[in-house]
């Protein structure tokens, strides 16, 4: 369900062109919020073919992260269930190594108001660098391979992760404790919250 605040924000947010000036392929919001959501995915931003379809997540960093949650597409598109708000909510446009960072104008603008709106979270998952930046702040480690591994510091309501692209194969290969202690630990607590 969502409340009229929450239906009014995330309208103003699907409208927002504050930094259309900056994106190669213009302003598309892309949010998924309901005031009942009890998980919280927080990315980085919408890449090339989610502006495309408009759906977070509909690429093969998607399939890979509901395989991680142990859910399917029904059940992660379930707003009532799982909300997903990245840092930056359009897609940045392509650097020399890949998506460019997320917009900071996002973050300032609507991040703590959108997250006021979501008063059942109780699982936040931040994926990549620049959300456990803004999420964890000064108890962030001083890399993403180091925060992650000290995942249980921030249990039971933040969980970081690597982001799911095929691109980090190599950190996956290098870090096969990942797969060992914390996707067990994230798909239980995931399936204690679904229930």
Known sequence: MIHPHLRELAQEIRACTLCSAYLSLGPRPIIQVSNSAKILIVGQAPGRRVHETGIPFDDPSGNRLREWM?????????????????????FPGTGKSGDLPPRPECAETWRKKLLNELPQISLTLVIGQYAQAWHLG????????????AWKEF??????LPHPSPRNNIWLKKNPWFVQEVL????????????
Not at 71 to 77: A, E, G, Q, T
Not at 138 to 149: F, G, I, P, R
Not at 155 to 160: T, W
Not at 184 to 195: A, D, G, M, T, Y
């Open 70 to 90: 142990g859910i399917d597409k029904s059940v992660f598109y379930d707003e009532s269930k799982i909300a997903i708000v990245p840092m930056g909510f359009c």
């Open 155 to 160: 249990g039971p309501k933040i969980i970081p």
């Open 138 to 149: 000064q108890l962030a480690k001083e890399n993403l391979t180091e925060t992650v591994k």
């Open 184 to 195: 067990p630990r994230l798909q239980s607590e995931i399936k204690s919250l679904l229930v």
